[in-house]
């Protein structure tokens, strides 16, 4: 099985993902399964500067891919990417300048991304979303395979339950339509992205807590684990 390298979401801290790791591992060998080392700080920035976020863990993901490259030469790296990492990931991949960061990758050859909203209304996110929109081209796919996993988890409702009312303003703040269905965070069709596979799974919430169906939880990784199949090496050159 080919190398993972687990990106944390936006605002996440890499130790959260540990379940997501075991959980992994009688699929892919645990010392093939690689984290980012992310805290919230460097989502945050000190003092704060959201903004630049994406650089600075771009700069750990870099970081983390170099030491899989050594350790795995000439072996094809998928990595997952939860949240709001998964729009960093793909700026990672495009290799254009982001605020004056950009990276250079011919490792990776697939990329996962969980609950990622590539359409948000979001002020910092759409920073993200309008430069994927403006560099992602069609042929990026023949080089990068990209399967976007969203959730069917709570439909938001204004005026229903607790949980939906806060679903449907999550929704609203990230979609501008909280009448949707989603992971309880985002909805299914902010995660579209034109040129991508999209797999709608179910009962899966976005945020990992203890006890919580999220998506590095056992019952939600045998959802989307099958998309880790080997890559033919006569793909990988």
């Not at 004056?100 to 969980?114: C, E, F, M, R, V």
């Not at 309008?130 to 399967?147: C, M, R, S, T």
């Not at 703040?173 to 579209?192: H, L, R």
Request: proline residues 8%.
């Amino acid at each position: 099985m080919n190398p993972i390298v687990i990106l944390a979401g936006v605002g996440l801290w890499s130790a959260l993902y540990e379940e997501m790791k075991r959980n992994l591992s009688p699929l892919v060998p645990l010392e093939k399964i690689f984290i980012v080392p992310i805290t919230t700080l460097d989502w945050i920035g000190f003092p704060p500067s959201p903004e630049h976020s994406t650089n600075r863990v771009m700069k750990r993901l870099h970081e983390t891919l170099a030491q899989v490259e050594a350790r795995f030469p000439n072996e094809p790296i998928t990595v997952i990417a939860h949240s709001g990492g998964g729009t960093v990931a793909l700026i990672y991949l495009l290799g254009k300048p982001f605020h004056g960061d950009a990276y250079s990758n011919k490792s990776i050859h697939k990329l996962i991304t969980l609950g990622t909203p590539f359409r948000s209304i979001e002020r910092y996110a759409k920073l993200k979303m309008d430069f994927i929109a403006k560099h992602l081209e069609p042929n990026f796919f023949e080089q990068v395979e990209v399967v976007s996993v969203a959730s069917s988890f709570r439909k938001g409702k204004q005026d229903g339950s607790l949980q939906e009312r806060m679903a449907f303003e999550f929704y609203r703040n990230t979609f501008g339509d909280g009448n949707s269905d989603g992971d309880g965070i985002v909805p299914i069709e902010a995660c579209y992205l034109n040129g991508a596979k999209h797999i709608v799974i179910d009962r899966v919430e976005h945020l990992p807590a203890p006890f919580a169906n999220w998506y590095g939880a056992k019952p939600a990784v045998e959802q989307w684990q099958s998309f880790l199949l080997p890559i033919p090496a006569h793909q990988f050159s």
